[in-house]
């Protein structure tokens, strides 16, 4: 008998008006999209006024403990983060992560542009050669990425138990981009 998962639908936008439309729209769930100006109280207080369960994009260029202590101030269980640190240091992140009942997600991607500074983790085998190191790690299946990469569905079928959060993407005009950013 399968186990089968809750599925929890969410939209992936910002504080840049993004927060008010998706309640207006009626979403219960956001992928917050956050930049290193938004890992303040501040922010975080923002967010608590509204009455979403979160999940928190790391900056594209920036992880460490203070996204996890943001990400815990707004009730968030997951981050997702890019290969934007080494394993050693990633490896503590997630360690402090966890303790927070944190789990860190690191994104599958196409190509290594500037901010992915340490590689990129677009295979099974990349992620399982980043497990080994970092054991607690969980993958966010980028669906748009794993089609440019090729490895779309099989990522799945090769990694599926190690999958912690989903975003599927390719928003059209502007294929990469939250809806509301549009």
Known sequence: NPKVMDMKIAIKTSFDGGLEKAEKTGFKYVELYTERKYISNVY???????????????????????????????????????????????????DYAKKCGIIICIENSPEIVPWKLFGRISTARDFSDMKEVVPKIKMNLDTEHAIITGVFPQLIQEIGKDIGHVHITGYPPNPHSPPFEN
Do not use: M
């Open 44 to 94: 975080a207080d923002i967010a608590k006024r509204f009455p979403f369960e979160y999940s928190v994009h790391s900056p594209v260029d920036y992880i460490n403990e203070s996204v996890i202590d943001f990400a815990h101030q707004i009730g968030s269980k997951v981050v997702i983060t890019h290969f934007i640190v080494s394993l050693q240091r990633l490896a503590e992140i997630v």
